[in-house]
């Protein structure tokens, strides 16, 4: 990245001062490379360590995506960073922002909200969800009707943003592979 003056990148490659959410990152991960080495972890061990169970915590993949952006996004700042990996890393982002139809075009920043909020949405229903399993069935109202219907949307949104994490962890992996031979 040293050698690609700022003002000759396309948009998507240039780094956004981002206000990440409360609770993303500890306090003492104030500069841009311990953001990166922490994204980077939450990434690996979400979508490579722990890809087989993405679809039973969905809330946490859906929040983890939030870190895949944030890693993209630090990676511009860290000026060792080779262009060909952050190439690859924008393949992933753009395909996980299409499971929740965010723009490829979007900031940074708002495709971070997006998710994190997303996440956190699904995480509160994840555990309600959890709670009413150990309760018995009861009749189904209309309006609890409606909320199946819009749980429904979600996953299918969700099982999209699935396969599109897998798809950038595949690509983040070959990339790897490629990089130690």
């Given at each position: ?66 870190y895949f952006e944030a890693l993209f996004n ?34 940074t920043s708002e495709a971070v909200l997006k ?67």
């Amino acid at each position: 990245m040293a050698d690609w003056p700022e003002s000759e990148r396309p948009a998507a490659f240039i780094h956004e001062e981002v206000n990440y959410p409360e609770g993303m990152f500890h306090i003492k991960q104030n500069t841009s490379k311990k953001k990166q080495g922490e994204a980077g972890k939450k990434v690996y061990q979400r979508f490579v360590k722990g890809k087989s169970k993405l679809n039973k915590y969905q809330h946490l993949m859906i929040r983890d995506m939030a870190y895949f952006e944030a890693l993209f996004n630090e990676m511009l700042n860290d000026k060792k960073a080779k262009v060909e990996t952050l190439e690859g890393l924008k393949k992933g982002r753009e395909a996980m922002r299409m499971s929740l139809n965010i723009s490829p075009k979007a900031k940074t920043s708002e495709a971070v909200l997006k998710f994190w909020a997303t996440g956190k949405m699904l995480k509160a229903a994840y555990q309600k969800n959890k709670k009413k399993k150990k309760k018995k069935a009861k009749k189904l109202t209309p309006e609890i009707a409606e909320r199946a219907v819009v749980l429904a949307n979600l996953k299918k949104q969700i099982a999209t943003a699935k396969v599109n994490a897998q798809r950038a962890a595949t690509i983040k992996a070959q990339e790897k592979i490629e990089e130690g031979n």
